[in-house]
């Protein structure tokens, strides 16, 4: 069999942050196969000798409106990609999956790719609140490419699961977890370092409790409940590292705060710096809310990438959140709709140190399974059973 080719959808403006889609392609590299990225021609890029780029406008004319923009450059990746006749076409998820399959309607030859809908996201879950006819026709649609689709993916057993449910399927869809690469030991002078850093944010000296929030700052994860914590908790101390796309919000926030002194925003940092910070922290708050059932059923990265940095955990209540929590004993949970429930949380890490350097332990136990060397092995075997499939 000659070299299988792999294409990867990926519509997205910052190729360097997708690091799920870089995670997959680094699998289907690994299987030998010759794999491609077709990406936006703007945004961050990285640099590797396992796959090559495709670069291709989102906007080829300038003064078209928008909707009408994305058909027109749909139909352009679609064409682009038939011609690198692949064997595999692995879409990000709707709108990569309608390239992937318009692509497969322009080849010209009469073998057509096999086809993976990779989803991130529960997008069912993120309708509960729209319109019914939206949710219908949404429905319908995901529905559909589920059902053509050769291997479709979710990001975890509580959003495999209702997928099922809602389209009343006989499979269900493949379970592969977003889960990072297993960290390194962080060094003790690096830590050292970062939490000099961190502390250095405040004023006053002393000794502090760091709880840190990191990720997007966005609606949804508790941010104004925290700083409500460190109002009602005068020994914490409370750190934002991160970025936002309104700034002013969140800074805002924090200055209108009676505990503005005990609050600070650290810039976004390298993903490959972000450990030593995540480390520094005493506590990491994974409190998402309930915005809908996408919210609920999350399995957050920044819970994942605290059990890496071995960092203690305050997590919602929520199915996939407090499995991880409870299975492997590393942290608490509580209600994110309850701001008395965060505060005691937060208050019974201060006042425990003995079970959060248990929870550090056992953290260390936890993040050699809960590593992409490991879930990468689960997409591995599919992938393989894909390239079975193909003559």
């Keep these: 069999m000659s070299q299988i080719k792999f294409v990867k959808v990926a519509y997205v403006h910052d190729w360097l942050y997708a690091n799920r889609d870089r995670r997959e392609v680094d699998v289907a590299a690994g299987l030998g196969w010759d794999v491609t990225v077709v990406k936006p021609d703007t945004g961050k890029d990285d640099e590797s000798d396992r796959y ?34 692949p064997d595999i076409i692995s879409g990000h998820n709707l709108i990569g999956m309608y390239i992937a399959m318009l692509s497969n309607k322009k080849r010209k030859d009469k073998n057509k790719a096999r086809l993976v809908y990779d989803a991130h996201e529960y997008l069912m879950g993120q309708l509960v609140r729209s319109n019914a006819l939206k949710r219908k026709f949404s429905g319908a649609i995901e529905k559909y490419v589920i059902k053509h ?11 495999c699961d209702a997928v099922q449910k809602d389209y009343k399927l006989n499979e269900r869809p493949l379970c592969v977890r977003n889960l990072p690469y297993l960290a390194p030991e ?11 850093e961190l502390e250095d944010l405040f004023g006053d000296k002393g000794e502090k409790f760091i709880v840190m929030f990191h990720g997007q700052f966005r609606s949804g994860c508790s941010m104004e409940k925290l700083v409500k914590a460190a109002e009602a908790i005068p020994s914490m101390y409370l750190v934002f590292l991160g970025y936002a796309t309104n700034p002013d919000y969140y800074e805002n926030l924090i200055k209108s705060s009676p505990a503005h002194a005990r609050i600070a925003i650290h810039g976004a940092v390298p993903q490959k710096e ?32 605290s059990v890496q940095a071995l960092t203690p955990v305050i997590g919602s209540n929520y199915p996939e959140i407090k499995a991880v929590i409870e299975k492997h004993n590393v942290g608490i949970t509580c209600t994110p709709e309850d701001q008395d429930s965060i505060n005691k949380s937060i208050e019974y890490m201060i006042a425990n140190r003995d079970f959060m350097d248990q929870c550090r332990i056992n953290c ?13 092995k689960i997409l591995g075997e599919a992938f393989k059973g894909l390239e079975d499939k193909i003559g």
């Design 186 to 196: 962080i060094p003790e002078d690096v830590k050292a370092q970062a939490r000099k």
């Design 274 to 305: 972000l450990w030593k910070y995540i480390a520094a922290a005493d506590v990491e708050a994974v409190i998402i809310e309930n915005k809908n059932a996408s919210y609920y059923y999350s399995l957050p990265n920044k819970l994942l990438e």
């Design 364 to 376: 260390a136990s936890a993040k050699k399974e809960l590593c992409w060397e490991n879930e990468s």
């Design 149 to 159: 689709s050769d291997l479709p993916m979710f990001v975890n057993d509580s959003i």
């Design 52 to 85: 090559g780029f495709l670069k291709l406008p989102t906007k080829p004319h300038k003064k078209w409106p928008n909707k009408l923009n994305q058909i027109s450059a749909g139909i352009r990746w679609a064409k682009e990609i038939a011609k690198l006749e």
